[in-house]
């Protein structure tokens, strides 16, 4: 199956500072990209979708100013998580879709990113 | 509304059968996925089923209903290593996947 790749796997901050979470497609190109966040002991939750070239689609309750989506390219898109605070602190998780004719569109997760907001 | 449900947690004996139900209501439906997650790690891929009836693929099974909104996941000669959440999505109109809250399987000795 495709690879998705993110970086860093886990990093700690101090609250007020920013972090950029990166998501690749490491071996295909994705028209889109969507980011999660999951809590302990709770399923996913998707936060925006993004399409290469065009705004990110956020989901109701999630702060696009807070959580900005960069999808530059058809393998790269960013999360920057903006004055982070301790209830940020959470699993963000991105995956990548293709469409394509005859494709069942699934999507292909990245391994997480696991933040921590002292 | 959409929505997606699927039990809580599960428990099931080593080398067992176990399965797990996931009902559905979505705006337009393309296809039924089942994940698998590990404490700590990203899902991984399962299956996925489009049309109904059953599709095996070795010790895992999965089964769609369209006309009954319903899906499982069957595991056969369950395994410690089995022990984790399954989550189910259904794909709507949009090929948005729309999440359960996922099962958490434990599996006994």
């Known amino acids: 199956g495709a690879v998705v790749s993110q970086h860093p796997s886990w990093v700690i901050c101090k609250s007020g500072t920013s972090v950029k979470i990166e998501c690749r497609s490491l071996?295909?190109?994705?028209?889109?990209m969507f980011w999660y966040r999951q809590f302990p002991k709770q399923s996913l939750m998707l936060m925006a979708t993004?399409?290469?070239?065009?705004?990110?689609?956020?989901e109701q309750g999630v702060e696009k100013d807070k959580f900005l989506i960069n999808h530059a390219s058809l393998t790269l898109s960013t999360l920057t998580v903006t004055s982070a605070h301790p209830e940020d602190s959470s699993f963000y998780i991105c995956?990548?879709?293709?469409?394509?004719?005859?494709?069942?569109?699934?999507?292909?997760f990245g391994p997480g990113t696991r933040l921590t907001v002292l | 509304g959409q929505n997606i449900d699927q039990p809580t947690e599960m428990t099931a004996t080593e080398g067992a059968i176990v399965q797990i139900n996931c009902t559905y209501q979505?705006?337009?439906?393309?296809?039924l996925f089942w994940y698998q997650q590990h404490a700590g790690e990203a899902p991984t891929f399962l299956s996925y089923?489009?049309l109904d009836g059953l599709e095996e693929k070795g010790r895992f099974s999965s089964f769609l209903s369209r006309s009954k909104g319903y899906s499982y996941l069957l595991l056969k000669e369950l395994q410690m290593k089995d022990s984790a959440s399954y989550l189910c999505?259904?794909?709507?109109?949009?090929?948005?996947?729309?999440w359960g809250a996922g099962t958490k399987l434990i599996i006994k000795p």
């Open positions: 995956s990548a879709r293709v469409i394509s004719g005859g494709d069942y569109n699934e999507q292909f």
């Open positions: 071996d295909f190109q994705a028209t889109t």
């Open positions: 993004s399409n290469e070239g065009s705004k990110a689609t956020y």
């Open positions: 979505t705006s337009g439906f393309n296809g």
């Open positions: 089923n489009v």
């Open positions: 999505a259904a794909s709507d109109s949009n090929y948005q996947l729309i």
